[in-house]
């Protein structure tokens, strides 16, 4: 992507065409009382939030998740969004009710938060090893019918199947494939033993597989991204025939994101997209280009953070309120909106500094900018709530249910 | 620093010499139960808590404390701590118990959470701007007085004083000077006209000023840390020198960190360091070194992450559990205690990535590391309770009581 057009498109208004076929119901309604003062925010502009303030625009979130809807209705891939990204059970929420399979969780502390928050169907990502862990992700198990956990290791499979029994359900699992060398079991014959060792084991029921390519997300240029993808993907394809073929459960064939999610389509028997980042969007996602250029376009961005100019004495330079704490280390740099030529540097734990050559206006201390975030995730980690707004005003307050739920 | 020498050192234990002529009274008895099942984890071995779990070694932490105090003890220069480290209200109790004159924090919503948790002496470092600020901090001062906030701004100090009016108090503040070019009053006449008129306004009270140098705590090699932060100060120095001739208030003079603790006390009429980093050190410090070597052992690594092994199945490859959820993208990298030659890469949001040529052990999924963190400040912000250990048992778990609080 050049940097001009980038600019380009950031000097605009960032958003994307509005998606028809299904619109999500309004947001009412939604309400949390323990952090903030809900009277006293409800129908604030966002430009007089105090800062550092996570801002939502619902119309732009209900946008996005008609947009998926929409771009899925017509395939047989679903989409299984991954809340790792929001940690939020409101969310959760609109995405079930717009038709999503499920929810991935990537942590056990995050699916016992939202099932804790009202949402059923959860896929945990990621394996429990220890204990306590498999024991716990038992009793969620026997709360919630529909929470299935992935399995990426034979002597994980027994154990879970011994928990299992003495908790006394059947738990559904899937096995994780691996795509690349950082998790899942390699998409070889390891593979398939697992899946059969799974099968058999007396107290777990092979539900089918993951298989998600986080490196292929981010690859920049639609075709390249494309191709690439479907080639990495060959191993988790081959193993989901070869467990098809031995009669292996595989009503779930789950992987791919928000960079592929018109891409994972063209796989052979995959059943859904376990997309993330699409509801919010970031800076990073921006950059990777879709079929039609050089900014990713499909989903607008819903997700900001409000944040004070703190200090305009030094030429050229301007300090905020909102660091590494607000918005983390992540690149490309966080996007100050309505001023393309700001550099933004967050690489201070309290403060962002900005330095640039030309400004739209004159800043003052007290100003208040708004920011496009570096990668969705990690900043939504930092925060205890989303402000959402709707026409700039605050409409509600949403905790981010699964903050902090590392384990 | 090398890195054979900086391995070295890090495959031997790492500490300090530990200082004899105070000993903080032992931590017992401090406990939370809101996050944690205090029952089952008090007594438990750091090598069986869940993973990812932030872990503090309270012998280390308070040699840490004891070091400082004592290094100090024989100057004329006291210590008031930055709790935008450790946002612990514990942790600043010891840090008060053991002589410090006051506590710093960065944002107001971590002085209303420690002074909400007992801790009084509390010195804010940044200016409060918007009127909703500003009017909490006056009602923080009504119920505090012992707060103090800085201003660097004389717009701002005109608000403060309405505000104080407004609320009945006179407010303490002192006036914040530039070291560089982010935060602060530039030191000339500017520096002298905001303290003249803080001077004046009927509802505030002088108190002196700050002069913060985050640039200089990390310069490596003491000597070059000595000479160039010395140097930088000498703006600084000269608005002190103008405040105290004016017959301004200049009882406070605070600046300086953990990397200038030794250094500050040649400043004249200096009279705190807000040291922040000394109580948990972490791998960025070590990197500074100190008057004897390379590696800065002034302090003790008090503070770790637990993480687990995810994953073994690719050769030379570990992938574990704590990534930058659990440890931020700070550089250096996390350092695997006791595995000099692990390379560990934090950078995917849920899952660590360790290269290596060799190990000391053959590692098996589920299996511990222990990590020491790139950077506390924000390592810490991202969780909600310390394990505290001693001999690496659980002997009690601490709130992060102010975790997220960046407004």
Redesign the interface.
């Known amino acids: 992507m050049t940097k001009s057009s980038r600019r380009d498109f950031l000097a605009s208004a960032a958003g994307t065409g509005a998606a028809s076929f299904w619109i999500p119901k309004k947001v009412h309604g939604y309400s949390m009382a323990h952090v903030v003062d809900l009277k006293a925010t409800r129908g604030m502009s966002k430009w007089d939030l105090?800062?550092?303030?996570l801002v939502l625009d619902l119309d732009k979130l209900e946008q996005n998740i008609a947009k998926m809807r929409a771009s899925l209705a017509s395939t047989k891939v679903g989409f299984r969004p991954h809340a790792?990204t929001h940690k939020s059970a409101d969310i959760a929420k609109l995405q079930l009710a717009a038709g999503a399979v499920g929810i991935c969780t990537?942590?056990l502390t995050e699916a016992e938060a939202l099932f804790d928050n009202g949402v059923q169907k959860i896929c945990m990502t990621?394996?429990n090893?220890?204990k306590?862990?498999i024991q716990r992700a038992m009793s969620l198990r026997k709360k919630n019918r529909d929470f299935i956990q992935a399995v990426?290791?034979a002597?994980?499979a027994q154990d879970l199947s011994d928990a299992a029994k003495a908790a006394g359900v059947t738990a559904d699992v899937v096995i994780d494939v691996?795509v690349g060398?950082?998790?899942?079991?390699?998409a070889d014959d390891?593979a398939i033993e697992l899946a059969q060792m799974v099968d058999k084991l007396p107290n777990l029921k092979l539900r089918g597989m993951l298989a998600y390519d986080?490196g292929a997300q981010h690859i920049k240029g639609y075709k390249a991204r494309h191709d690439q993808s479907l080639t990495r993907y060959e191993g988790a394809v081959k193993t989901f025939d070869r467990m098809k073929a031995s009669g292996l459960n595989t009503e779930i064939f789950s992987g791919g994101g928000t960079g592929t999610y018109n891409i994972m389509t063209e796989v052979p028997g995959f059943t859904d997209v376990q997309v993330g980042s699409y509801v919010f969007m970031d800076a990073q996602y921006l950059e990777i280009g879709n079929e039609k250029g050089e900014i990713f376009t499909d989903f607008a961005p819903s997700l900001t953070v409000m944040t004070?100019v703190?200090?305009t004495?030094?030429p050229k330079?301007i300090?905020t309120?909102?660091g590494?704490?607000?918005l983390?280390?992540?690149k490309p740099d966080p996007i100050v909106i309505g001023e393309p030529g700001f550099r933004y540097n967050a690489g201070?734990?309290?403060?962002g500094?900005i330095q640039y050559d030309n400004a739209n206006k004159t800043y003052k201390?007290?100003d208040k900018l708004e920011l496009i975030i570096p990668?969705c995730?990690?900043v939504v980690?930092?925060?205890?709530v989303y402000y959402c707004v709707r026409n700039d005003r605050v409409e509600a307050v949403w905790p981010v249910t699964a903050?902090?739920k590392?384990?």
């Open positions: 105090d800062t550092p303030a790792k990537a942590k990621t394996a090893l220890s306590s862990k990426d290791f002597q994980n691996a060398t950082r998790s899942g079991v390699p390891r986080g004070t703190l200090n004495y030094f330079r300090t309120d909102a590494a704490k607000a983390t280390l992540n201070s734990d309290e403060f500094s201390v007290g990668h995730d990690p980690n930092e925060y205890d903050r902090g590392s384990q």
